[in-house]
């Protein structure tokens, strides 16, 4: 008999093969608060953190319109820049222009930021000459080099005549301003 070899594998030896049936599968009900694998405490701490994350962003836009600036607000409140810029914007505090590029309103700008744009606006000149020397620097037309006056390492670029922007002097902060007063009397 062909079968005897088959006989005896599956049934010990004692006669004809007889068919067994295939176990049944055990299927996984999913439970009355599982929904698409997301247990309910986790969906409720999911939501927690969100809402908590909304009032973080909150209380940091309020603390940007009172005048605080954005990344010192974003970092106060634990929140990223642009999650912060976000919320500004959804709340209406950014005005947008052409470029579609966020505007705080004037109530909104910072003492600091104010006096930097009046400087900028007073002497173009000189701001030309230092966007110059960053452009030079990140080029490599010209690396920074040790004071001229002390030695030390950390050296700033001082221009003798704005009008020749890459023309300068290597000085320190201390002898930086030490040039400045001495030129001013």
């Known amino acids: 008999m062909s079968d005897g070899f088959l006989s005896c594998t599956l049934n010990g ?5 007889v068919p067994q049936e295939a176990p049944e599968k055990t299927v996984k009900k999913r439970g009355p608060y599982r929904v698409r694998g997301i247990t309910r405490a986790r969906r409720e701490a999911e939501k927690a ?3 908590a994350r909304r009032d973080r962003l909150k209380r940091a836009a309020e603390l940007v319109v009172g005048g605080m600036g954005l ?7 634990g929140v990223s820049k642009g999650g912060l ?8 505090h950014y005005e947008f222009n052409r470029r579609r590029r966020g505007r705080l309103p004037e109530s909104a700008i910072s003492e600091s930021t104010k006096y930097n744009r009046q400087y900028q606006e007073k002497y173009p ?3 030309a000459a230092h966007k110059a ?9 010209i690396s920074r080099q040790n004071c001229e006056d002390c030695g030390s390492e950390k050296a700033e670029a001082h221009h003798p005549d704005y009008s020749h922007p890459l023309l300068v002097e290597w000085l320190c902060h201390r002898c930086h301003m030490t040039r400045h007063r ?4």
């Open 182 to 185: 001495r030129s001013a009397a």
């Open 71 to 77: 990344m010192a607000a974003a970092r106060e409140m």
């Open 125 to 127: 000149e000189r701001r």
């Open 85 to 92: 810029r976000s919320a500004l914007i959804a709340a209406g």
């Open 133 to 141: 020397v960053e452009r030079a620097k990140k080029t490599g037309v």
């Open 13 to 17: 030896g004692d006669g004809p093969s």
């Open 49 to 51: 953190r969100a809402d």
